[in-house]
């Protein structure tokens, strides 16, 4: 139980487009989805928090506007990464938890290169 | 926020002997605290976690600690196999169930 997906695997694309990556919780409803990045031999960084339903709330430092965050239903949240630039090339990677659990499933990133 | 240390940042153990890894945490009022193993560009997976309430927690191999009057607590693997080899995480939930996770420590087993 407890299966997070992503999609897509890996992505790369031209600097300038956007890209968005969908997380996906398969057996539960998750009431809450994270997102976070990581950078080749570094830890996971919180990028975000989102609610259904209800706007994300975002890391001190992580630009909402070029990070949109969706989360309409209990299983699907989607991040847009908006004009990518190579400096955004990493593993964006997701989680999600239902009402009153605290722990945390992650789905098996997403890889990103932007050209 | 929380602010997690996770120490040592490496650590090489032969195949057979146990390996410890520390973490220390920041904010007093965190009370759940998972660890997370995860390989080369894989998901980091839950290999157990520890609730304030209790001091203790082993899952065949695997253990943690707790100590909340210092604020820090322990991973312990015993008769550690090369399919330990991996990057564990600690982590502190805190605000929201948010994580706050140290920076990693690459465990190598060697055979």
């Known amino acids: 139980g407890a299966v997070v997906s992503q999609h897509p695997s890996w992505v790369i694309c031209k600097s300038g487009t956007s890209v968005k990556i969908e997380c996906r919780s398969l057996?539960?409803?998750?009431?809450?989805m994270f997102w976070y990045r990581q950078f080749p031999k570094q830890s996971l960084m919180l990028m975000a928090t989102?609610?259904?339903?209800?706007?994300?709330?975002?890391e001190q430092g992580v630009e909402k506007d070029k990070f949109l965050i969706n989360h309409a239903s209990l299983t699907l949240s989607t991040l847009t990464v908006t004009s990518a630039h190579p400096e955004d090339s990493s593993f964006y990677i997701c989680?999600?938890?239902?009402?009153?659990?605290?722990?945390?499933?992650f789905g098996p990133g997403t890889r990103l290169l932007v050209l | 926020g929380e602010n997690v240390e996770q120490h040592p940042s490496t650590l090489s153990v032969q195949e057979g002997d146990s390996a410890v890894i520390k973490c220390t945490y920041s904010?007093?009022?965190?009370?759940?605290f998972p660890w997370y193993k995860q390989e080369l560009g894989k998901r980091p997976q839950l290999i157990i976690d520890?609730?304030?309430?209790?001091g203790e927690k082993k899952d065949q191999r695997i253990a943690v600690t707790l100590n909340k009057t210092a604020k820090h607590f322990s991973l312990h693997i015993t008769e550690t196999q090369p399919e330990d080899s991996a990057v564990y995480f600690c982590?502190?939930?805190?605000?929201?169930?948010?994580?706050?996770f140290g920076k990693g420590n690459q465990v190598v087993v060697i055979p």
């Open positions: 057996d539960f409803q998750a009431t809450t």
């Open positions: 904010d007093s009022a965190s009370n759940y």
């Open positions: 989680s999600a938890s239902w009402a009153g659990q605290e722990t945390q499933y």
């Open positions: 982590a502190a939930a805190y605000g929201n169930n948010r994580l706050a």
């Open positions: 520890i609730r304030s309430n209790v």
């Open positions: 989102s609610n259904e339903g209800s706007k994300a709330t975002y």
